[in-house]
């Protein structure tokens, strides 16, 4: 069984539709993150989360928003989808200890905005 | 601000050596990470080393780290088709914004 769950696996949807992405983990970390990949261009932090109460804007959140509706659960949505954020969206959890910010990812959801 | 560069593409035969380059701009970085991402999969943890080591292996897998000139390496010995994944970089500090900072990876394709 897979430790972080990314639904849905695909989506397509129109210009102004507003969509969320849900995330959820099975690993128990406190820290969650959802990323963009787009070609070439490696991956893109959108926000994050270090626990319940504690939600961070990454270098790319405008057009996005994000829930963190219980430690096991991090949604993003997209309030008016628009085609440049057709992409692959992934979320990652880390458990930050050791003083490590090992990842571990989704299988990813890829988005497309017509 | 974090920076991490990557050459975007490397092609090498089976069974030959495949060295994977990175440079980072964060002086203050802590562990630097190296992650592959087969098609249609998530990324994937593969190694990681600390910011006061300059060398880490794990069977086939050897991370070099240059301090001083900001540059991480990964060596794959033997490589395989299944090696066939793009790569990625990643840099994490605890000053700034706590979060890992991806390099564009780099794609490797291995000819059999």
């Known amino acids: 069984d897979a430790d972080v769950t990314q639904t849905p696996r695909n989506r397509i949807t129109k210009t102004g539709k507003r969509i969320m992405l849900e995330c959820s983990q099975t690993k128990g970390h406190d820290r969650m993150y959802w990323y963009r990949q787009d070609p070439g261009l490696g991956l893109q932090l959108i926000y994050y989360?270090?626990?319940?109460?504690?939600?961070n804007k990454g270098e790319i959140s405008d057009g996005y928003s994000v829930s963190r509706q219980a430690q096991a659960k991090f949604s993003l949505s997209l309030e008016s989808a628009i085609p440049n954020q057709t992409a692959l969206y992934f979320c990652?959890?880390?458990?930050?200890?050791?003083?490590?910010?090992?990842?571990?990812f989704g299988p990813g959801t890829r988005l497309l905005v017509l | 601000g974090e920076d991490v560069e990557q050459s975007l593409f490397l092609s090498v035969r089976e069974g030959d050596s495949s060295v994977i380059n990175c440079t980072y701009t964060?002086?203050?970085?802590?562990?630097l990470y190296w992650y592959k991402q087969e098609p249609g999969a998530g990324l994937q943890l593969l190694t990681y080393?600390?910011?006061?080591?300059d060398m880490k292996q794990d069977q086939r897998l050897t991370v070099l780290l240059n301090k001083k000139d900001k540059h991480l390496s990964l060596r794959i010995a033997d490589t395989q088709t299944g090696d066939s994944a793009i790569y990625f970089c990643?840099?994490?500090?605890?000053?700034?914004?706590?979060?890992?900072?991806f390099g564009s990876g780099t794609r490797l394709q291995v000819q059999p």
């Open positions: 990652a959890t880390s458990d930050g200890q050791g003083g490590r910010e090992t990842q571990y």
């Open positions: 990643a840099e994490f500090s605890y000053t700034g914004r706590r979060a890992l900072t």
């Open positions: 989360s270090f626990d319940v109460k504690d939600i």
């Open positions: 964060d002086s203050s970085s802590t562990y």
């Open positions: 080393i600390f910011s006061n080591m």
